[in-house]
């Protein structure tokens, strides 16, 4: 079992930065890839940023590219999304998941922790 909980989210204006944090605990070792979904009210959860076990790979939704940053501390079981530039259309309830198997990193199905999410508001 892996236990996720994300810290982080808040309301900022368009243009500003949050900083989500996801702290994980239990079978820890156990997870290949990390990745951050978000769900906007009356729409499908989608993937946003994905990192490999090691750091060296990260993935990208296009519309965060360059805006958003993912990151993964191993040794204190922590993984990052810093998010600049934000968006009204970034407002989101945002999941930090772990994959302990195998699977395309951009797939809900790939995951099969979830944390409870954290909201994030960007007002414009």
């Known amino acids: 079992q892996v236990q996720l909980v994300e810290s982080g989210g808040g309301l900022v204006q368009a243009g500003g930065s949050l900083r989500l944090s996801c702290a994980a605990s239990?079978?820890?070792?156990?997870?290949?890839?990390m990745g951050w979904f978000r769900q906007a009210p009356g729409k499908d959860r989608e993937f946003v940023a994905g990192?490999?076990?090691?750091?060296?790979?990260?993935y990208y939704k296009d519309s965060v590219k360059g805006r958003f940053t993912i990151s993964r501390d191993n040794a204190k079981n922590m993984v990052y999304l810093q998010m600049n530039s934000l968006k009204p259309e970034d407002t989101a309830v945002y999941y930090c998941?772990?994959?302990?198997?195998?699977?395309?990193?951009?797939?809900?199905?790939?995951?099969?922790?979830w944390g409870q999410g954290t909201q994030v508001t960007v007002s414009s």
């Open positions: 239990g079978r820890t070792f156990s997870s290949k890839v």
């Open positions: 998941a772990s994959s302990t198997g195998g699977g395309t990193i951009y797939y809900t199905s790939t995951y099969n922790y």
């Open positions: 990192i490999s076990w090691s750091g060296g790979s990260t």
